[in-house]
């Protein structure tokens, strides 16, 4: 679907569009030729992002940047309205995410405010957005910025983990009610790998070997996404696509074979998941 939304044009609309991967997808969909409305919190970085895209703008469209708190309601309705009033939404991308360290019993701050942004803010981009797309009845696509945390689910950080795990439920939802709505609009999970964005930059001042740019992982997501894929899990230089499949594929096994939680990290099955990775590393 996401070729047929560029061919059809109209308005592309991303939130935490101020910086690393939103930021180069923003780009990204204004050399495609659509006009672009970045949504991040006001400040010089989204003032930046805007004034260096805008060059990139074709005859006709625009970029612009529109100040936008996804925990709030009202700026994700009035988002909305200046998105519409620009044209028809061809891409929706809920980018916008923070991270908070959490533990399953303590840190409840923390956990509120990744709720309220990495999930809620997707809950309301789509809720403000997702109904007018549908009237419009024109060719779409919903991005979701998920994690890799959201699916294999690795211990350090449950707060985190749970919104990310459900983004990826909510957007397999959006995706069958729309395929039964026999609406044109495509949802797409978009799974970032080890990727040097400005947030890990403040900590690692050079790029990690193991990191993609987010060039590069926003170029590998479009590509997928312009295939049809619904679930994105994008590389990086350490953890290729056989590997995310296995240690997937390991995780949804606990389930059915009734093993301890994250029995990847727990001691008595240690040897047992290197065993499995490597044996699937060798056929791959």
Known sequence: MYEQAIKEGGVAVVTGAASGVGRVAAQRFAEAGLSVILAD???EPLDEAVAEIGTLASDGAQVIGVPTDVTSDADIAALADRAFAMGPVAVLMNNAGIGRRTTAWDQMEH?????????????????????????????AVVINTGSKQGITTPPGNPGYNVTKAAIKVLSEQLAHELREAEAPISVHLFVPGFTYTGMIAAFMPEKPAAAWTSAQTVDHFIARMAEGDFYILCPDNDVDETRDRLRAAWAAADVIENRPPLSRWHPDYAEAFAAYEAAGRDKG
Not at 116 to 131: E, K, Q
């Open 41 to 43: 919190l006001p400040g």
């Open 111 to 139: 956990w509120q405010q990744m709720l309220d942004v990495n999930l809620m803010g997707v809950l309301r981009g789509v809720h403000a957005f997702v109904p007018r797309m549908i009237a419009a009845n024109r060719p």
